[in-house]
């Protein structure tokens, strides 16, 4: 359960990002974020990240209260959620199987579980056959894969993803965000920002909009789903 209650975000600036959110949403929805440039969702998902503090409001994710959590804390929370990026943040250097298998080093995961989870993993994301590639050897839905891949492998309830299609072509997207909503059917929350109106129409989804700051509508959208 992620739990936005009265929200509201000022920059030093004065730029008073966010007025009086207030989101409710349910273990294992899927809900997008929408907005123009300026509406206010890259300061929700920082916010839901721990990278920026609220002016007034508290966030309560998977019954932790945000406002109320240590510093010290912060890192092993970040942790326990997926995050997927525009610009896939892939490590250049590395594999396939490292970027994934990166992520479980991170929390000190033995040998044995990496060679175990990693292929299953790519075999999720539909990349078993390319574990041995760097990500230059990839196209671009193919390394939003991986980066997918490495947030989810190390099980978190909620995934959050970023303009994850924004770097796609048509085809990609649309094969990205069916990977998202397979993901979402295993039992994983996930949360989308996006300004592609396109994606949202096609998926059916809640939507949550945003504008200069504000919640102007929360509503489920009818969908439609294409053959390619």
């Avoid at 994710?61 to 510093?71: A, E, G, I, S, T």
């Amino acid at each position: 359960m992620i739990e936005i209650a009265g929200i509201n975000k000022t920059y030093e600036t004065g730029s008073r990002a966010l007025r009086d959110i207030s989101i409710q949403i349910g273990d294992g929805e899927f809900v997008f974020i929408m907005g123009r440039s300026g509406s206010g969702k890259s300061t929700l998902l920082k916010l839901l990240l721990k990278e920026a503090e609220p002016t007034s409001g508290h966030i309560i994710v998977n019954d932790m209260n945000l406002q109320k959590m240590p510093r010290r804390y912060v890192p092993k929370y970040r942790r326990r959620l997926g995050v997927v990026f525009q610009d896939f943040r892939l490590l250049r250097d590395r594999s396939v199987f490292e970027n994934v298998a990166f992520a479980q080093r991170v929390i000190g995961a033995s040998s044995r579980t990496i060679r175990e989870s990693v292929p299953e993993m790519l075999k999720l994301v539909g990349l078993s056959a390319k574990y041995k590639m760097l990500p230059h050897q990839l196209s671009g839905g193919e390394q939003q894969r991986v980066a997918i891949a490495r947030a989810l492998i190390n099980r978190p309830e909620v995934l959050l993803a970023d303009e994850p299609t924004g770097n796609l072509d048509h085809e990609n997207a649309v094969e990205i965000m069916k990977l998202l909503e397979q993901i979402n059917e295993l039992g994983t929350t996930v949360v989308v920002v996006t300004h592609s109106q396109e994606i949202v129409d096609r998926m059916g989804k809640r939507v949550i909009t945003l504008d200069r700051g504000r919640l102007i509508s929360d509503e489920v959208r009818g969908g439609h789903k294409d053959e390619d």
